[in-house]
């Protein structure tokens, strides 16, 4: 009866802290205007090595019929590494219109990982972006959810790189309480069989 009760509590534990960093990692905040944001233009030159993205923009239904607005985009890295999209717009082509999927292949540095994006607007057609998804082959996929009429005149979006190394740190501490606890039920276990088991 104990060695069951001990090996149900193991398997609890197990898939509660692997819950409750898969709930760390998959919040979702509600984009914010950054007015001090700066394009990095010398970041752009320092780099040695240049990476291809790929920028998938999802046009929201609810979006104006079609924009001419300027549109630009930027997103980086913790470490100051930026990938900068002037003028993703182009009115001709129909751009950005109501629920429609732009595609793009954008050159910049490699990044370490995609933890900000940034949308900037100019223009008075107005524009509603439901997502911008963004991957590289050393990347990965990552997707920021706007849903929300972008403002005009001021960089807009979303700022993770504070918070990249909490799901690490989380992810660490939740493993070693993990193997922490794994000993204390197989020694409690052993105990239950006469000590006939290595620990």
């Known amino acids: 009866m104990n060695r069951t009760l001990f090996f149900v ?14 709930l760390t990692q ?11 944001f700066k394009i990095n233009n010398t970041q752009v030159l320092q780099s040695a090595a240049s990476c291809s993205y790929t920028v998938t923009i999802t046009t929201s239904c609810s979006s104006p019929k079609y924009t001419r607005d300027q549109i630009s985009l930027s997103f980086g890295d913790a470490y100051g590494y930026q990938v900068y999209a002037p003028r993703i717009d182009d009115p001709s082509t129909g751009t950005f219109e109501r629920c429609s999927v732009d595609t ?3 050159t910049g540095p490699c990044l370490y990982s995609v933890c900000y994006l940034y949308l900037y607007r100019s223009g008075s057609d107005g524009w509603k972006p439901e997502s ?11 997707t920021f ?4 009429f972008i403002p005009n005149g001021v960089w807009y979006g979303f700022n993770y790189c504070s918070r990249a190394s909490t799901p690490k740190t989380t992810s660490w501490l939740g493993h070693v309480f993990q193997v922490v606890f794994c000993f204390q039920c197989w020694k409690a276990l052993c105990n239950n069989w006469n000590n006939r088991c290595w620990i």
């Open 26 to 36: 998959s919040i979702i905040f509600h984009p914010q205007p950054q007015p001090s």
């Open 9 to 22: 509590l193991f398997l609890e534990l197990i898939f509660i802290t692997s819950q409750a960093q898969t």
């Open 104 to 106: 793009y292949q954008i």
């Open 145 to 148: 959810y706007y849903n929300t």
């Open 132 to 142: 911008v998804q963004v991957y590289g082959y050393y990347t990965g996929s990552v």
